[in-house]
């Protein structure tokens, strides 16, 4: 998967950069291997189950629960500091990173009636306005929609941020967000296998599509997890 620069600051570029996808939306293919799930009827709840990867919660099962000993868990916070140093080793800052950001030029311009707005409305760039989005578990959608058709622009960034915040997860591979269904039922250092959440972004002719399916029995192998964008968990 090929990386994007987001004209944001520097700090927040270094962070977000592995997230963010370089192709358009509609053209983005799903991945052979993961079939489509069943779509998630309404009411069914996956909170309170943890967040995919995330060490530091006893009862989430997740990464590194596994290991005992304190050299075990020497052992491991080292190579993920290698992994980091070599992650940082390719995203090193740019000339360019220092730049004002340049104002919001639409992709596909449409004429439309002087009655419509031309500009960009200013909040959209304010993060409270996206807080506020995210603080609204019926908005999830609107944080998708700003994901995959607002790419490289700091409101991707902050929609991914307010994702974040609600457990999901980006997986690299599919350039798709996961979120635990239920509490993992394999764990190890290297994935988790269980049954999931996930936002299918894609929308076929028949009008499937956009929406949150469950997908049973799916391996998230950790080495695909985007984990450089650190947030607090609602």
């Not at 076929?204 to 929406?211: F, I």
Request: with cysteine.
């Amino acid at each position: 998967m090929e990386l994007i620069n987001i004209p944001v600051k520097m700090t927040q570029r270094f962070h977000f950069e592995s997230v963010c996808i370089h192709a358009e939306s509609t053209q983005l293919s799903r991945d052979t291997d993961l079939s489509p799930g069943q779509p998630l009827q309404h009411g069914m709840s996956s909170s309170g189950v943890g967040v995919i990867g995330r060490r530091s919660v006893s009862d989430l099962g997740a990464i590194g629960d596994n290991l005992t000993g304190t050299a075990a868990s020497s052992s491991h916070d080292h190579i993920y500091n290698l992994q980091m140093l070599e992650a940082a080793y390719h995203r090193l800052p740019q000339p360019k990173d220092s730049e004002r950001a340049k104002n919001y030029v639409p992709r596909h311009p449409a004429v439309t009636p002087s009655s419509y707005p031309q500009v960009q409305a200013p909040i959209v760039s304010n993060p409270n306005f996206w807080e506020r989005i995210g603080s609204d578990t019926m908005a999830t959608d609107m944080l998708f929609f700003a994901f995959y058709y607002q790419q490289n622009t700091y409101q991707q960034y902050l929609a991914a941020r307010e994702l974040k915040k609600q457990s999901w997860r980006f997986h690299r591979r599919y350039n798709t967000w996961f979120q635990r269904h239920v509490e993992p039922q394999v764990t190890t250092d290297e994935y988790e296998r269980g049954s999931y959440v996930y936002f299918d972004f894609h929308v076929t002719e028949d009008g499937s599509g956009w929406c949150q399916r469950i997908k049973n029995d799916f391996t998230f192998e950790y080495n695909y997890l985007e984990d450089e964008l650190s947030v607090q968990t609602n």
